[in-house]
Nanobody, 122 residues
Framework: QVQLVESGGGLVQPGGSLRLSCAAS????????IGWFRQAPGKEREGVSCISSSDGSTYYADSVKGRFTISRDNAKNTVYLQMNSLKPEDTAVYYC???????????????WGQGTQVTVSS
């Protein structure tokens, strides 16, 4: 059974850090680009970051550039999203998803995790 499971969310103060994990089971992440998306209440799901399968190229939304870092550990079949200097506007449910290539469009992704809540508040 193909499955993606996110973890690492939680409540953090502004300026703090979190590391999200996206663990895959039932398939090998090596052959997939992995994207991170987020969705805040009342807003559409937006792309945050993506890492390609081929050469490990990374992409970031302008709103998170310089603060978030995506990485992958193929041996652990896991992708990470390190989030630093968090802001209240980063509050959302964060999802990871697998696709054949990086894209900012949710519809281009084949598999999705269930999401993990990130709340940035003092």
């Amino acid at each position: 059974q193909v499955q993606l499971v996110e973890s690492g969310g939680g409540l953090v103060q502004p300026g703090g850090s979190l590391r999200l994990s996206c663990a895959a089971s039932g398939f090998t992440l090596d052959y997939y680009a992995i994207g991170w998306f987020r969705q805040a209440p009342g807003k559409e799901r937006e792309g945050v970051s993506c890492i390609s399968s081929s050469d490990g190229s990374t992409y970031y939304a302008d709103s998170v550039k310089g603060r978030f870092t995506i990485s992958r550990d193929n041996a652990k079949n896991t992708v990470y999203l390190q989030m630093n200097s968090l802001k209240p506007e980063d509050t959302a449910v964060y999802y990871c998803a697998a696709s054949r290539g990086c894209s900012s469009w949710p519809r281009d992704y084949d598999y999705w995790g269930q999401g993990t809540q990130v709340t940035v508040s003092s």
